[in-house]
């Protein structure tokens, strides 16, 4: 067992750090599909031979949303069965991480995960702040700005900072002392310093959020969480004023107005659509103009709204695309797509319902009742069940093994019956052989196994 944590680590740090060595060096960019299908197969490898009880329901959802995609396979034209196959992999990172962080967590290996995951959230969160500050001194702020992401990794690089810290602290405090964590450990929120420099929208939203989760949610300590408020203030009023002085043709009032991403988006798609006309194919990049047409040309036909157009649309640059694809490039073509279009465009309503339906169960809690968002268990659910929403429209981030597999690992952490946390936290959040100056001086407070 201990050697398919080894490779699950390998797989995960190569996928993490992909994309800066395409950056770096471009010319390695054309080994980039054989290097996904090699972390596809080797995480439907280590799922399959780790699979468990538990995780089967992960394994019979994802064939289930391969035989929605066979039915419009059958009358679509245009689409050979490799291109299917190759399509079938849009849904792997997401299926196979919770298939196999859930066989882990429920394997007598939980512990020696646990510690590795943990260091990996953290070292990773780590090596973002330098590489990032690089990329900023060379590209500007941007897209490029994207850490080991490389260029348009960004999104999913702002969604780890914020996920991983709050797990971060939310693994090391009881249920009354995430306050005083983070105030012990200030130096965390500079980890938050690549997001503000990589023009990422969704971070508008995750800023806020986060203070919002740290709150103990009586009112009776509302006092004693004005900190808290100042502070997320401040992050939020410097992130607006960096994204309004790096990008002066926006003001900052505008930027601050209910519905902004939404609103700017509808913005780019009235442009392109009045400067481009016919050829929208070659230019679109708005998510929510490629989720209307994609919503209308599903909506000619009940069998497409309902099974979408079958899979391998948003694949093919080795092996080609398919008919549709080609036809239809300003929805499936390379740009700023949702993840939802992804899913209701291939499989349709009946898959994308049964992708989110295991994102729940994945999010859904299995520990003893607790009161809601009092135990930071509860909190971590919310917050991701609320990135998840976000994630939805602004990006197709559950396409990513790496973002997935961080993702769904604290998911499954907070879901954890307490008999397993009480395992997990009588261990040091660090390996005792091995403890690294950042860990060593991370503020650990004992652990508080019945709100754990």
């Known amino acids: 067992m201990k050697y398919y944590i080894s490779l699950f680590f390998a797989i995960l740090w190569i996928d993490s750090c992909s994309g800066l060595f395409y950056q770096i060096f471009p010319i390695l960019e054309k080994f980039s599909s054989l290097l996904l299908f090699s972390c596809d197969f080797g995480i439907i490898l280590l799922a399959l031979t780790?699979?468990?009880?538990?995780?089967?329901?992960?394994?019979?959802?994802?064939?289930?949303?391969?035989?929605?995609?066979?039915?419009?396979?059958?009358?679509?034209?245009?689409?050979?069965?490799?291109?299917?196959?190759?399509?079938?992999?849009?849904?792997?990172?997401?299926?196979?991480?919770?298939?196999?962080?859930?066989?882990?967590?429920?394997?007598?290996?939980?512990?020696?995960?646990?510690?590795?995951?943990?260091?990996?959230?953290?070292?990773?969160?780590?090596?973002?702040?330098?590489?990032?500050?690089?990329?900023?001194?060379?590209?500007?702020?941007?897209?490029?700005?994207?850490?080991?992401?490389?260029?348009?990794?960004?999104?999913?690089?702002?969604?780890?900072?914020?996920?991983?810290?709050?797990?971060?602290?939310?693994?090391?405090?009881?249920?009354?002392?995430?306050?005083?964590?983070?105030f012990k450990n200030k130096y965390l929120l500079l980890l938050w310093i690549p997001s503000l420099i990589n023009e990422t929208k969704v971070t508008f939203l995750l800023i806020p959020l986060f203070f919002l989760m740290c709150f103990e949610y009586n009112f009776r300590k509302i006092i004693r969480n004005i900190p808290v408020i100042l502070i997320g203030i401040i992050f939020s009023f410097a992130f607006l004023q960096m994204y309004q002085y790096f990008n002066e043709d926006r003001s900052l009032a505008e930027v601050m107005q209910g519905g902004y991403i939404i609103e700017y988006d509808l913005e780019k798609s009235y442009e392109t659509i009045e400067k481009?006309?016919?050829?929208?194919?070659?230019?679109?990049?708005?998510?929510?103009?490629?989720?209307?047409?994609?919503m209308l040309e599903l909506s000619k036909n009940n069998m497409s709204l309902i099974f979408g157009k079958s899979l391998g649309h948003f694949k093919g640059g080795t092996i080609g695309q398919t008919k549709f694809a080609k036809e239809n490039e300003y929805v499936t073509g390379r740009g700023s797509k949702s993840f939802i279009l992804v899913g209701l465009m291939q499989i349709g309503i009946v898959g994308t319902i049964l992708v989110y339906l295991a994102i729940f169960i994945g999010l859904s809690k299995r520990n003893e009742k607790l009161p809601s968002l009092e135990n930071n268990n509860s909190k971590m659910r919310c917050f991701l069940l609320l990135v998840t929403i976000g994630i939805s429209y602004y990006s197709t981030a559950f396409l990513s093994f790496y973002l997935s597999a961080m993702f769904f690992y604290i998911g499954i952490v907070s879901t954890l019956p307490n008999s397993i946390m009480e395992q997990l936290k009588a261990q040091p959040f660090y390996s005792k052989r091995k403890q690294y100056s950042i860990l060593k001086h991370l503020y650990l407070p004992k652990a508080n196994l019945s709100a754990a």
């Open 50 to 182: 780790t699979l468990r009880h538990r995780s089967l329901k992960y394994l019979v959802l994802f064939f289930s949303i391969i035989l929605i995609g066979l039915i419009p396979y059958t009358y679509e034209d245009g689409i050979t069965i490799v291109q299917f196959l190759n399509g079938s992999r849009d849904f792997v990172p997401l299926f196979f991480s919770l298939i196999f962080i859930t066989n882990m967590l429920y394997s007598n290996h939980r512990v020696i995960f646990y510690q590795k995951m943990n260091k990996f959230i953290l070292y990773f969160l780590c090596v973002q702040v330098p590489i990032c500050i690089v990329q900023f001194f060379i590209y500007g702020m941007g897209d490029e700005v994207g850490g080991t992401g490389g260029s348009f990794g960004s999104g999913n690089i702002s969604i780890l900072i914020y996920t991983g810290t709050f797990y971060l602290l939310s693994q090391t405090a009881n249920t009354k002392k995430l306050l005083e964590v983070l």
């Open 276 to 294: 481009y006309g016919d050829e929208l194919g070659k230019y679109t990049d708005s998510r929510t103009l490629r989720l209307i047409l994609g």
